[in-house]
């Protein structure tokens, strides 16, 4: 039995959407082509959304995948180097994405909820999700398999 959930950054893509309807709305230079104007934030912000606009957890007996977006993009924790995990709540300045915080990283792209994975070695991980305590049973029950 197999973990999956995929994450959908709405907050992401929908920062990214507003700025190309920006550049889309706004006036351009008389000397600028308006295409020019318009498809290089488009095209840049389209490859961030497609980098970073999802969320994939994967757990099975030996491990946790995460990976956002396309996957270029991917973190492997083995359950063996696991401490403890726990469901938290980040602070809402953490925000989105890869972020340094106290102790450890943050992988996320939405929402508020987490679940913190202490591991053998003391750093912290915390994994981003909207179903926290679903993750957090699952990764729980693997664990027990491997200690």
Known sequence: MRYRHTQFGWITVGICGAIVLIFALCPTPARAPR?????IPAMV???LVLLF????????DERIRL???IGLVRKTIP???????R?????WWWGWGIRAIP?????????LDAVELVLRNGRIFRIGTD?????WEFIEARRSRVI
């Open 35 to 39: 295409e020019w104007v318009f498809s």
């Open 45 to 47: 912000l389209g490859i």
């Open 53 to 60: 606009g999802t969320l994939t957890v994967e757990v099975d």
């Open 67 to 69: 990976w956002f977006g």
């Open 79 to 85: 359950l063996a180097d696991i401490a403890s995990c």
């Open 87 to 91: 469901p938290v709540r980040n602070r």
């Open 103 to 111: 102790g450890g990283w943050l992988y996320n792209v939405s929402g």
């Open 131 to 135: 179903e926290p305590q679903r993750l």
